[in-house]
């Protein structure tokens, strides 16, 4: 296995994919994840973490819709939920940069 950080960098910034085509934002990483996973060190765990918060991101886009009904409680979620996608994955392509472990707020833990 080598160590290869910018492939790291690059997966976590694969997620913001989704600000250029309207999609894509889990099946990018999850491709570079699978097919490296085996290859560069560490991409194991950083896949897990990338593919656990976009999995968690559709699950509560999926609770938000129901919301917008409730006071308009689901738009506030979406909005939330917009500047966590694109916050998140800059912060911890920086940590993968240099060298520590991702960390996701409100990520479930789906993938172990």
Not at 55 to 67: E, G, K, T
């Amino acid at each position: 296995m080598k160590e290869d950080r910018q492939l790291l960098v690059i997966t976590h910034l694969s997620q913001l994919v989704t600000l250029i085509t309207g999609f894509g934002s889990l099946i990018v990483p999850l491709i570079l994840w699978v097919t490296q996973k085996e290859r560069v060190y560490q991409m194991d765990s950083h896949g897990k973490s990338i593919i656990n918060f976009q999995l968690s991101l559709i699950i509560y886009a999926i609770v938000c819709i129901p919301l917008i009904l409730l006071f308009g409680l689901g738009i506030l979620g979406f909005i939330v939920l917009g500047v966590i996608a694109v916050i998140f994955p800059i912060i911890n392509a920086i940590k993968a940069n240099n060298g520590e472990a991702p960390s996701y707020p409100l990520s479930l833990n789906l993938i172990s």
